[in-house]
């Protein structure tokens, strides 16, 4: 596995590049631990100061340092998008994959109830959500309704490849050679399933991290939990656009995009890497 | 690729094309006769409807209630164009008998609606009698519940028969930022019922008409009268802009930049730092204060409201030590960047106030002692505001001022010293004990507070809660902000919190009168725990002596000087048991711009009105605009 | 045919079923609303005036009644389907009297107008170019769009939205930033009006497009990019057949059903809103309603929106059911 991984690093720049990024991410969001301001607090350094030493990413009208209430912000969005996206893919890839190989009735039945979970618009839920728990509204439950809610589409994806999967001869095979319906679906679907799950998983995290900013933004949130929405949130507050104060709102941006420059390039290699045909056709080449 | 080539050069066309057509944010009316306003309320829902009298149906600051509407008498938040009181619809101040169950309305004659019919005392009593027959208008139940009869006794006289003594009734057609309006009965007799009629386009006693509006509730524009000379304004002039255009002014980001490109004269409200940026980037924006803090302070009192029900909160003990481990400053600086004028006694820092209260009772301040259960400590620093001034000073310059009147005007007088030691005393005195830096409760518990904010429509509200709660954090107490948004007003009234950040205190401004608020405290109204409080005993505290010194001013005439007595009777009451703990002044970062008009209200040359335009009272600047071009 | 036909009817079933148990959800969602629409009505009554407090508890048993809330749950639901038979949602509460389909009906057009034009254009662009990346994979050119589009796809919304306001709005003035047409002006099928119009959703549209372009792209790209390894597209490589028409109609084409998919989900999607694109550009529309009806707990009006959006999603979601096998001619119905 490390070979592998060590082979990838070296041949594959897309793939380089993409752990370099992330890993920088990751180490920026590693740094919330030995921050040295508690992250709440307000006023702790001078407010309004433009990138310079020591606020290498300058200070916030609230007086805090954009840099170390940074890495606080993109720990808990990273924690936040990753939670709603292994939680959804669980739900998305179980009932996929079993609408689409079992079809008739259950396919039905699982279909209805993944239909109404497409239908039912998000935001009254999400708001509804908000005033009912109120006081112990955080990101971990938002995190937990976002993943109930955000699984649908994708198993209607997953479903459709299985339901062309099941046509395929070697699902035919398979069946005749005694595999059980798990074993199926877990050593012969899963695989030509995965590609499209990882790039579902990287437009679930845009869309989580997306809807929280806009959450913030529209003040539906927990503002005592830095995260990159409630960073937008507070400048917002202070109207830093206008009032010049634009590292307050960039920088967060800029950690966000580079996050998922690295996403993409790592999901694009490895993509290539687990899709069979593909590493067949650089061979050729 | 060549799709893409002709997909690109179709948008620039599309783009070229509709950058040709005329600029500007208004079609067919002159700029230089237009005054274009922020309407805080928004998006209107439901644009076409204009019967103000049904509650919530439509807009109310969109013009309608500032330039269509008239009742009997204005109070002025600031001096007046003529004194606070203002008598419009009515021709005199109104005239009680010596019981308080009779109030007598003479009428302004020769007052014309906009369709030419003449207002009468007709009108009076119809819009009286509908409200009393009918059940949901806006001001159907205070009607009922006080009025026993009204009867024209001529054209131009109108009698209320009360159910009960009421010194103060006449404040229900009183406008500090509105009051009950005057319906036309000729119009209203052929509508069927009150409540489902649109009133559109309404039939106006102000001295405009509506000109056009957006269905989709963006903006509303109105246009002066022919014949505004009869209405009950004409007697200061003619109203400068010939139209006024009410607009849903979006974020206050946005709000900033269309000042910036003089497409909105008078933006209601937007953040400090917002109000900065105008400062330093147009030299036509001005706001109350020509220089910091630029805000105009309203007459509203932002306090730290605890529910006094609460287990928690029941001793003054522990609310005088949150008191005292706030640091005033600190929250000026995190809310407004120090444009706030602080009060510590629970009254407004503005109009008439700081004269008649903040100015008389600071030496009694001064020698205020606390018992702190092992000493006896003076906790007020007279000299709160001049260190705010100083500390704004090394970074404002010259436009901080340093002459203290200037500056107890601008940033208040004094506040409570921050004094960890003597609320740590009153703390253990009500049974608290500090373990390991952390406060537990006389029961075990950990001391929590979860402090309500309103969120994204009160943003300096809560940026003043997130520094209350890391002051008390700081000091062991497990303290956070909650966003409550929408679901503020029902947990308020529901009694469904610890603390908030809000009001409870609001005043006539201009007037010393206190009843405007202080009626509502009295204990006969404070609901017992679960059931709805009404407005505005929010803490839902009470007290014999509050009670013994209501019953006097309701007792006392309007402006006997006795009522104001009292008032300072009120205000040693609530330093001494802090049922709240009031911060400073609602201070409204309406900004004005000269492009187009001048003549606008500002604090030092002309006080004549409070310039946050959704007030009503705001219908007395138009007549003091004048184009600039 | 007769497999189609029973496939047909099972289909129909399930959307009415979804519908029903949708719509449903949605009524319990918004009624456990805790915002109680007579206290907001008597806080905006009472905010700033002084109202006596017997006075109020008067109003709050006068509007109670008035808004026909006094019942119990099980008779509002039946009072709800009931008025949804009869083809409406009854009364707005935060605007009261007024029908919550009239309020919906001002609203939806300049959504739909908005929305359906930015998504087709940001469809359209979107699977063009992630293509055109998809089989080109050796293009510099394209694989630094795909860069690019992935730059700029997980830049929040409002970000980009306000960036391109103060850019065309401020620094640049030459685009109006607010409303859907210059006030004062009539709608009216006239050239100024109609010119207004479209200058006013230039701004909404084009954040709308910039946002929405990168999803399409990278799904098309990815697709293209696993369809152009499959044999048959080799043996037309092989066989010498004209690059273009191995890209349009080999590849795009079987590529295309699962974007046909998205597009019809995001079309359907539309009709609760493009919230912040109508906060930040003042632009008309279902997502401003909803929001304020959300705050004032009118939850006729959230119930009136969430339902005619539950009904256009699954609509949209039948119609790919029923189209895909047309579209993909692998996948039969069974």
Request: glycine fraction near 8%; charged fraction near 15%.
């Amino acid at each position: 596995m490390l070979r592998i991984l060590r082979d990838l690093f070296r041949h594959n720049r897309e793939f380089a590049v993409g752990v370099v990024l992330l890993t920088a991410v990751l180490v920026v969001a590693a740094m919330s631990f030995v921050s040295p301001y508690p992250p709440n607090d307000s006023f702790v350094v001078p407010p309004d100061l433009p990138p310079s030493w020591p606020h290498i990413l300058g200070t916030t009208s609230r007086g805090q340092d954009v840099f170390w209430q940074l890495t606080c912000a993109i720990r808990n969005t990273l924690l936040f998008g990753f939670t709603v996206a292994i939680l959804s893919r669980i739900f998305a890839l179980a009932i996929g994959l079993v609408s689409g190989y079992a079809g008739g009735l259950i396919d039905r039945a699982l279909m209805s109830i993944n239909d109404t979970f497409i239908v039912i618009p998000l935001f009254p839920v999400l708001v509804l959500f908000y005033f009912v728990l109120r006081d112990s509204m955080s990101w971990v439950l938002l995190a937990l309704v976002m993943a109930c809610l955000g699984w649908a589409y994708d198993a209607r994806l997953i479903r459709s490849v299985a339901m062309s999967l099941r046509t395929r001869e070697f699902t035919e095979t398979s069946i005749f050679s005694g595999m059980s319906t798990r074993q199926i679906l877990l050593q012969e679907h899963l695989p030509y399933v995965l590609p499209i799950v990882f790039s579902t998983t990287m437009n679930n995290i845009n869309w989580s991290i997306g809807l929280e900013v806009t959450l913030s933004v529209l003040g539906f949130t927990d503002i005592n939990t830095p995260t990159i929405g409630v960073m937008i949130y507070w400048a917002n507050q202070h109207t830093a656009m206008v009032a010049g104060i634009w590292w307050w709102i960039a920088f967060p941006v800029a950690l966000v995009v580079i996050t998922f420059i690295g996403l993409f390039l790592l999901a694009v290699s490895m993509n290539e890497y687990i899709d069979p045909r593909s590493r067949l056709s650089r061979v050729a080449a | 690729m060549r799709v893409l080539r002709s997909v690109a050069a179709a948008a620039v066309t599309v783009l070229a094309a509709a950058c040709a057509f005329a600029q500007g944010s208004i079609s067919d009316l002159p700029r230089n006769e237009t005054l274009i306003v922020e309407n805080p309320e928004g998006t209107i829902k439901n644009a076409g409807w204009f019967n103000i009298w049904a509650i919530n149906a439509g807009g109310q600051s969109t013009g309608l209630h500032q330039l269509a509407m008239d009742t009997f008498w204005y109070i002025d938040p600031e001096r007046g164009l003529d004194g606070v009181w203002d008598n419009s619809l009515a021709a005199d101040k109104p005239i009680y008998n010596s019981a308080f169950t009779r109030m007598t309305v003479k009428l302004r004659k020769g007052i014309y609606w906009s369709d030419g019919t003449e207002f009468s005392a007709d009108d009076v009593v119809y819009t009286i009698q509908t409200h009393l027959k009918t059940n949901g208008l806006r001001w159907s139940a205070p009607i009922q519940v006080n009025v026993d009869s009204v009867s024209a006794t001529d054209r131009y006289t109108v009698v209320f028969k009360l159910k009960k003594p009421n010194s103060r009734f006449h404040a229900l057609f009183t406008v500090r930022w509105n009051a009950m309006w005057i319906m036309p009965r000729h119009v209203f007799e052929k509508a069927g019922d009150p409540l489902k009629f649109d009133f559109a386009p309404p039939v106006t006693l102000g001295p405009y008409v509506l000109h056009a509006y957006d269905p989709n509730g963006k903006w509303f524009i109105w246009q002066l009268r022919s014949d505004w000379q009869r209405t009950a304004i004409a007697r200061y002039g003619k109203p400068g802009p010939k139209y006024v255009a009410y607009i849903d002014g979006g974020p206050p980001d946005k709000r900033v930049i269309a000042q910036l490109n003089h497409q909105l004269d008078i933006v209601h409200d937007t953040s400090p730092e917002g109000m900065f940026t105008l400062a330093k980037q147009s030299k036509t924006s001005h706001g109350w204060f020509k220089g910091f803090p630029y805000a105009h302070p309203d007459p509203t009192l932002p306090a730290v409201i605890f529910n006094d029900q609460l287990d928690l909160f029941k001793s003054r003990d522990v609310r005088w030590a949150l008191a005292l481990l706030i640091d005033i400053k600190a929250v000026s600086m995190a809310s407004y960047r120090g444009a706030a004028t602080i009060s510590a006694i629970g009254i407004p820092p503005t109009g008439s106030h700081p004269d008649v209260y903040h100015a008389p009772l600071e030496s009694w301040l001064k020698d205020f002692e606390l018992d702190t259960g092992k000493r006896r400590v003076k906790p007020y620093d007279p000299s709160v505001g001049k260190q705010i001034a100083d500390m704004l000073r090394a970074s404002m310059g010259e436009q901080i001022p340093a002459d203290p009147n200037q500056i107890a005007k601008a940033f208040g007088r004094g506040w409570w010293k921050p004094d960890p030691q003597a609320a740590q005393e009153l703390l253990e005195k009500a049974g608290f004990a500090k373990r390991a830096d952390k406060w537990y409760t006389p029961d075990g518990k950990p001391f929590a507070i979860k402090i309500l904010v309103e969120g994204e429509s009160r943003p300096v509200m809560t940026r003043a809660g997130s520094m209350i709660a890391q002051q008390w954090r700081q000091a062991g107490i497990d303290a956070s902000t909650v966003v409550a948004q929408g679901s503020l007003s029902d947990r308020r009234n529901a009694g469904d919190f610890e603390a908030i950040i809000g009001w409870s205190v609001e005043t006539w401004g201009g007037h010393p009168d206190l009843s405007f608020f202080l009626d509502s405290w009295h204990s006969q109204f404070v609901a017992p725990p679960g059931r709805p409080q009404p407005p505005r005993n929010w803490q839902r505290w009470s007290h014999p002596e509050l009670d013994k010194i209501i019953e006097q001013i309701r007792r006392t005439g309007f402006d006997d000087p006795k009522a104001l007595e009292l008032g300072r009777e009120y205000v040693k009451l609530a330093v001494r048991e802090m049922p709240t703990i009031p911060l400073m002044s609602y201070n409204v970062f309406t900004t004005m711009d000269d492009t187009y008009w001048t003549g606008y209200p500002d604090a030092e040359a002309q006080p004549y009105t409070n310039p946050v335009p959704n007030w009503a009272n705001t219908r007395y600047m138009m007549v003091r605009l004048r184009a600039r071009q | 045919m007769k497999g189609y036909s029973v496939y047909l009817l099972g289909r129909l079933g399930q959307f009415v079923l979804v519908v029903f148990i949708g719509i449903n959800i949605a009524f319990i969602v918004t009624h456990a609303t805790p915002i109680d629409p007579v206290e907001q009505s008597i806080a905006a009554a009472t905010q700033f005036g002084s109202t006596s407090p017997e006075a109020i508890a008067l109003m709050r048993q006068s509007l109670s009644e008035l808004y026909g809330l006094s019942g119990t749950r099980w008779e509002q639901y039946s009072v709800f389907w009931k008025r949804v038979a009869a083809g409406d949602f009854g009364p707005s509460l935060s605007a009261f009297p007024t029908p919550v389909s009239a309020l919906i009906g001002r609203a939806l057009p300049w959504t739909v107008g908005l929305l359906a034009v930015s998504t087709l254009i940001a469809w359209v662009l979107g699977n063009l170019l992630g293509g055109l990346a998809g089989y080109y994979r050796d293009s510099k050119l394209l694989r630094f769009a795909g860069v690019l589009a992935m730059a700029f796809h997980p830049i929040p919304y409002y970000i980009v939205a306000f960036v391109l306001l103060i850019v065309f709005g401020y620094v640049w003035p030459v685009l109006p930033i607010s409303g859907g047409y210059m006030m004062n002006m009539k709608p009216a099928f006239e050239l100024p009006f109609i010119a207004s119009l479209v200058q006013h959703s230039i701004l909404p549209a084009l954040s709308l497009i910039l946002v929405g372009l990168g999803t399409w792209f990278m799904g098309m790209r990815s697709l293209v990019s696993n369809i152009v390894t499959e044999d048959y597209v080799t043996y037309a490589e092989l066989a010498g057949v004209d690059q273009r028409r191995i890209l349009v109609s080999y590849v795009m084409r079987n590529a295309l059903a699962p974007q046909v998919t998205g597009l019809a989900m995001s079309i359907g999607g539309m009709f609760t809103g493009a919230i912040i694109t109508e906060q930040v550009f003042g632009y008309p529309g279902i997502g401003t309603l909803l929001v304020s009806a959300v705050h004032a707990g009118d939850y006729s009006l959230v119930l009136g929106i969430t339902s005619v959006s539950i009904v256009a999603v699954s609509v949209a979601v039948l119609l790919v059911d029923l189209l895909y096998p047309l579209l993909d001619p692998r996948v039969r119905t069974r």
